[in-house]
């Protein structure tokens, strides 16, 4: 079974570029069918999905964050990074790393204990 931790900074600065690393344990992030998605609940509110990483490396953003967001991967240490630039304290959220083992239509089956990033102005 998947294990997955994020790290992350904890707090950023208004204006910077919040950046998040997502280290898979159990098995490789290029095996077939895996999708690697960025998720986010700001406080008080509900889950939003930021973007995601397949198997094979294509991605697929949030048309909302489009513009700001850029999640890659380091296969040789199992790692899926996430970049958001341009960060407000609207991005202020609890950020979690999923996977999905079944294509990007199966559940997040797969979830980091999420990591608190708050952005200061």
């Known amino acids: 079974q998947r294990q997955l931790q994020e790290s992350g900074p904890g707090l950023v600065s208004a204006s910077q570029t919040l950046s998040l690393t997502c280290t898979v344990s159990?098995?490789?992030?290029?095996?077939?069918?895996?999708?690697w998605s960025w998720i986010r609940q700001p406080p008080g509110k509900g889950l939003e999905w930021i973007g995601y990483?397949?198997?094979?490396?294509?991605?697929y953003y949030s048309p909302s964050l489009n513009s700001r967001t850029t999640i890659s991967r380091d296969t040789s240490n199992n790692q899926i990074s996430l970049r958001l630039s341009s960060v407000t304290p609207e991005d202020t959220a609890v950020y979690y790393c999923?996977?999905?083992?079944?294509?990007?239509?199966?559940?997040?089956?797969?979830w980091g204990q999420g990591t608190q990033i708050t952005v200061s102005s």
């Open positions: 159990g098995g490789s992030i290029t095996n077939n069918a895996y999708y």
């Open positions: 990483i397949s198997y094979i490396g294509s991605t």
């Open positions: 999923t996977g999905q083992d079944g294509g990007v239509v199966s559940g997040y089956k797969y």
